[in-house]
């Protein structure tokens, strides 16, 4: 006889199969799964948004590289939907889980519902409607599949019921498992092709100097120690997408940094100097390019990826390698003979960027008030622990992160918003619930902090050990100059476009029960940090600092 079970207890007993340590979801959504999954040993995050919701399993889902679930009733469907855009654009494997009007309510004008295919389409791989219990066993082993196959991305199931009870309460048979292939990624590791191996030697053997862009594909696969293997034995110069950062240390000498339009000057340069660009898990688009600039079009290229979609997408007459970038690294350093001209091209890189660093250094010691975002970025650096995952907002954030802060450790993490605006908090709310043991550093703009302010209340209930720094200049620093260039000699309030506060984010952290100090000169930085990372709870740092400085701009190719 089969043994049956209700839809609820199911769903929640391979959830938890699944390797799924937290939900994060706004009530009112699949309660009777959510109360068959605490006795499964699984965290329900209760979030005070559904964007933040999203954002909380992007965070958990990029730190342990496995799928991630969050939750919303058919009203909070679309906003949960808006949540998931940085999601998409990292590759981060997320399972959106909404719930949906029956069908005798649709077409009839139900009360706030929309159709939810149009929202998710552009930020997921994959969407299915679950129309009855019998169909969520297929549906979700799909689910887990389509996230974590080929370019990990979101995955949306529409469950029938306001808040999925239809679902629920169905009675289902048949064993709660999901395939263990779908429960991380990348989910398969292909080997390379050796015809485009040997392409791909020969093509690194004829140049006089080759350099690495490794993305955020080589992050997932995982490829940071083969990576660095291959740099270190030819040798060949590292640069990285923002999402790839910390692949190699970034004072490692063969390190050239973030490259593109969020890097510092040196970092373009030299890649656009290079004769031959190795892309390995890095999409090529137009911010790790400087729109297509670094490297230019018509330079040698060679590009590893999982997905056969992005070989040669950017750049006509790629060599392409369809493998796992961890493994197609492996056999190119196998099949690779180094030329002696790297080694000088190699030395050259190192003291490009070790002048740069020299001549920022003043900056980095700064005793200015307000406080320069340098010396906050060098004071990070001083202190960020080993085993640390650094969260970084967008804008600003990124840049002064991803230029600035120094990531020493192979065991360190850099985590970056892809784009949206406030990403931060939440998704370090999500990285500590993926690694309780591992500190956790949110850097983000208050620009960016407003956006989720009641998630402190949330990272309190968790008890979550977090270090919020709010780099705190009352304005939206990086379009502050350009506004006023705009604005010119005619009369008018330009500051009104991207100037607000001043706000004491301490005072609201106290509010809200979480301990906040408040940094107002450089000297004072260090300890609020080390405080923070000792304290046994959420802490946020509110660094007063000036908004007119520019972080570091890129170099720009002539013409």
Same mark, same amino acid.
């Given at each position: ?60 889902? *990029? ?63 994959? *969407? ?12 979700? $082993? ?41 429960? #991380?990624?990348?989910?398969? #590791? ?11 030697? #020969? ?24 990576? *660095? ?79 056969? $979609? ?105 985590? $970056? ?143």
């Amino acid at each position: 006889m089969v043994e049956t079970t209700t839809g609820a207890r199911w769903l929640a007993e391979a959830l938890a199969t699944a390797g799924t340590s937290h939900v994060f979801f706004v009530d009112a959504i699949l309660r009777r799964t959510l109360i068959e999954l605490e006795g499964l040993g699984v965290r329900r995050v209760l979030a005070h948004s559904e964007k933040a919701a999203a954002y909380m399993a992007d965070g958990w889902a *990029r730190t342990l590289r496995k799928p991630a679930v969050c939750m919303a009733q058919s009203v909070g469907a679309a906003n949960l939907a808006a949540g998931l855009q940085d999601a998409f654009l990292h590759r981060a494997p997320v399972i959106a889980m909404t719930g949906r009007k029956p069908p005798a309510h649709q077409h009839r004008n139900a009360y706030q519902e929309i159709d939810h295919d149009g929202p998710f389409a552009a930020v997921t791989k994959a *969407r299915a409607r679950v129309e009855t219990g019998e169909e969520l066993p297929h549906l979700l $082993r799909l689910a887990f599949r389509e996230a974590t196959e080929g370019t990990p991305r979101p995955v949306h199931l529409d469950l029938p019921g306001l808040q999925g009870e239809m679902l629920e309460t169905a009675t289902l048979a048949g064993p709660p498992a999901i395939d263990p292939r779908h429960t #991380r990624v990348p989910a398969r #590791r292909p080997p390379p092709d050796p015809a485009e191996i040997e392409a791909a030697a #020969r093509a690194l053997a004829a140049a006089e100097r080759p350099v690495i862009v490794a993305g955020a594909g080589a992050v997932l696969s995982g490829a940071g120690a083969t990576l *660095r293997a291959l740099a270190e034995a030819e040798p060949v110069p590292v640069a990285t997408s923002l999402g790839g950062r910390g692949l190699l240390p970034t004072d490692h000498p063969l390190s050239i940094g973030v490259v593109g339009t969020y890097s510092a000057p040196p970092a373009n340069r030299l890649v656009h100097e290079a004769d031959l660009v190795l892309f390995v898990g890095c999409h090529a688009g137009d911010q790790v390019t400087q729109n297509w600039t670094v490297p230019p079009i018509g330079r040698a290229i060679v590009q590893i990826d999982l997905d056969p $979609r992005e070989l040669g997408r950017c750049y006509p007459g790629t060599i392409g390698v369809l493998a796992d970038p961890a493994r197609a690294l492996e056999a190119l350093r196998a099949a690779l003979v180094a030329r002696p001209s790297w080694r000088g091209w190699a030395e050259r890189v190192r003291g490009e960027l070790a002048a740069w660093r020299a001549a920022m250094a003043p900056l980095f010691a700064s005793d200015a008030v307000p406080i320069r975002v340098e010396r906050l970025c060098a004071e990070l650096s001083a202190v960020l622990p080993d085993d640390a995952i650094l969260v970084a907002d967008t804008g600003y954030s990124g840049i002064w992160t991803g230029t600035l802060v120094e990531l020493r450790s192979p065991g360190q993490t850099y985590l $970056r918003a892809a784009g949206s605006l406030g990403w931060a908090f939440p998704a370090a709310i999500g990285a500590k619930c993926a690694a309780p043991d591992r500190p956790v550093v949110c850097f983000c703009g208050d620009g960016a902090f407003y956006y989720h302010l009641p998630e402190l209340e949330t990272a309190r209930r968790l008890g979550l050990p977090l270090v919020v720094i709010v780099n705190d200049n009352s304005a939206f620093g990086q379009g502050l100059v350009n506004v006023h260039r705009l604005q010119g000699e005619r009369p008018g309030n330009p500051d009104e476009i991207v100037r607000f506060g001043p706000t004491d984010f301490a005072a609201v952290a106290c509010a809200f029960g979480v301990e906040g100090i408040r940094v107002e000169r450089p000297e004072a930085i260090r300890p609020a940090l080390e405080r923070a990372l000792a304290a046994g709870g959420p802490v946020v740092v509110d660094v007063v600092t000036d908004p007119w400085p520019r972080a570091p701009e890129p170099w720009i190719p002539p013409g």
